[in-house]
């Protein structure tokens, strides 16, 4: 087409403007993107700017590692090789976990597959797990851990799991094993851990002494169980009695 035809069809002279909107169109994506690069790598493709490559591998690669702590863990069940997941819970536990390359997270999103395996691969209580798991942060997960490693925990005449005692930790030692450097932060998780069912009502951080009264929830020790890729009872896990 020649200068003549284009200024023919262009007779509200709006081409200019046009081509000005696209140029700045593209600065402002690139600036966005390079802003996203900077605040959020390895992720900023995913919201639609750059490196989509190195994103996609950076979740490719976590997915990978909890694909493969899955594995590890099935091929010491029983009949491993002969049981199944839901797809649901699979993909939930691969999309979520990806997103995440923290060892200890991704080790119990591993165990959460691996705990889906069954013989008919229909069941799906995991789905109640991994969308408490989805909720909490790296640290969370270890304070959750270190509190269902080290209360007393009981089988109930019912037939029920729980703990009837609370730990007497101190501030320090919290601190120590959730990797956080701020009390703040400490007692923020602590609260969040309560609200979502994971810890005692009571647990927290008092006003006046250094120790934390704190206690995982029944559903706190599930999870940890099913994290560690345990397919039976807890209450086998735990090798409980009736008190």
């Known amino acids: ?7 023919s069809l262009d007779v509200l002279g709006i081409k200019p403007a046009s081509e000005a909107v696209n140029v700045l169109t593209r600065a402002t994506a690139q600036g966005l993107g390079a802003f996203l690069s900077r605040i959020c790598l390895p992720a900023a493709e995913e919201f639609g700017f750059l490196l989509r490559d190195r994103v996609s591998s950076w979740r490719a690669s976590n997915a990978e590692k909890v694909v493969n702590k899955a594995k590890h ?3 010491k069940l029983p009949n491993g090789s002969a049981c199944h997941a839901h797809p649901r819970l699979v993909n939930l536990a691969i999309e979520q976990g990806s997103w995440c390359d923290d060892d200890d997270i991704q080790d119990m999103w591993g165990g959460l597959i691996a705990s889906s395996c069954t013989k008919t ?10 969308n408490l798991l989805a ?11 270190f509190c269902c490693e080290s209360v007393k925990k009981y089988r109930f005449k019912s037939g029920t799991l729980g703990t009837k005692e609370y730990l007497y930790a101190s501030v320090g030692e ?3 094993v959730s990797g956080n450097i701020d009390v703040l932060k400490l007692d923020l998780e602590i609260d969040h851990l309560r609200e979502i069912g994971l810890l005692w009502p009571i647990a927290g951080i008092g006003d006046d002494s250094d120790k934390v009264l704190i206690s995982p929830s029944s559903i706190a020790l599930q999870l940890y169980v099913r994290c560690k890729g345990h397919v039976g009872s807890p209450l086998e896990y735990f090798d409980l009695h009736v008190s």
Do not use: W
């Not at 087409?1 to 200024?7: E, G, I, P, S």
């Not at 691969?121 to 991994?130: A, P, R, S, T, V």
């Not at 909720?135 to 851990?145: D, F, K, V, Y």
């Open 121 to 130: 691969g229909k069941e799906q209580d995991n789905l109640i797990f991994m």
């Open 135 to 145: 909720q909490i942060t790296p640290s969370e997960a270890r304070l959750i851990g």
């Open 1 to 7: 087409m020649t200068d003549d035809q284009n200024k």
């Open 73 to 75: 863990l099935c091929d």
């Open 174 to 176: 919290l601190l120590k």
